[in-house]
């Protein structure tokens, strides 16, 4: 009975010991393969972190300046325009930054992959955006006329003389459309195109979504331009009419440029 209790153990000993025998050999014999492997998996995960941190100081200024003007949505087509990279390095990149970020990716038939980077820019952006459409819808889109003032003005003069009631020739009008500025508001001002065509513009005021239709853009493209010094000159070259236009900053709002 006591020998089949020691033979029981024993077996249950070189069950263990000789797994552990064979390791052991094998690692004797291929230490150098496994050291090679662990050497070679080591700097290839230091060349990924140079190449990346090398990436990230050329790459990282645009990308900052590509989450707010596209209100924190990117595709790899967007960093491959902005900084010439390929299709490949590109979506390394924006994978990356997704893990960083904790950012959102989508995809789409029409666009591919889209990636949501919902940062304090981003949230900003789309903030100001949804602001000027809630301040513009109840503005007027055209000029209206004055019939009030030109009915004071004609009631006025036909008191002072009553002579003046019969039919007013072209330059009388004209006249009567100066004195009229002196009473009332300012006529439309007008503003000369490039092609020296001039165009009434009073009261016309558009938001973002609205210009950048009229322009033929789309709206991220005039939300990165509106604050450059040549937007006036850019606006005019795509308007159908050749207005130029202006931004607003405090108001959020596009006016046409007046020069004076």
């Known amino acids: 009975m006591t020998g089949k209790v020691i033979d ?4 249950g000993l070189l069950l263990v010991l000789l797994p552990l025998a ?3 050999m094998v690692v004797f014999v291929a230490w150098p393969l496994i050291l090679g492997i662990f050497v070679l998996s080591l700097g290839w995960k230091l060349w990924q972190t140079y190449q990346w941190q090398q990436l ?9 300046q590509l989450i707010p003007a596209n209100q924190g ?18 979506k390394w990149y924006l994978d990356r930054k997704t893990n960083q ?33 809630s301040d513009i ?17 004609t009631a006025t003069n036909s008191e002072a003389s009553p002579s003046n009631h019969q039919t007013d020739s072209p330059q009388e009008s004209e006249s009567v459309e100066n004195n009229t500025e002196t009473i009332t508001a300012p006529a439309p001002e007008q503003i000369v195109s490039e092609l020296g065509e001039e ?19 789309s709206p991220s493209t005039v939300a990165k331009r509106k604050s450059e010094d040549d937007f006036p000159v850019w606006s005019q070259s795509r308007d159908p009419d050749g207005i130029p236009w202006l931004y607003d900053e405090e108001e959020k709002i596009f006016h046409p440029y007046q020069s004076g």
């Open 22 to 24: 064979l390791v052991i």
């Open 56 to 64: 990230c100081a050329k790459i990282d200024p645009l990308f900052n």
């Open 73 to 90: 949505k990117l595709t790899v087509l967007d960093i491959s325009l902005k900084t010439g990279l390929d299709a490949n390095t590109a």
């Open 199 to 217: 165009i009434s513009t009073a009261e016309l005021t558009l938001n973002q979504s609205e210009l950048a239709k009229r322009l033929e853009v």
């Open 8 to 11: 029981s153990g024993a077996n």
């Open 137 to 153: 819808e109840p503005a007027p889109v055209t000029a209206t006329p004055l019939p009030s003032s030109t009915t004071a003005l």
């Open 101 to 133: 970020y904790g950012a959102v990716k989508r995809l789409y038939q029409d666009k591919g992959i889209v990636y949501y980077f919902l940062t304090a820019s981003a949230l900003g952006s789309i903030f100001d955006d949804s602001d000027s459409n």
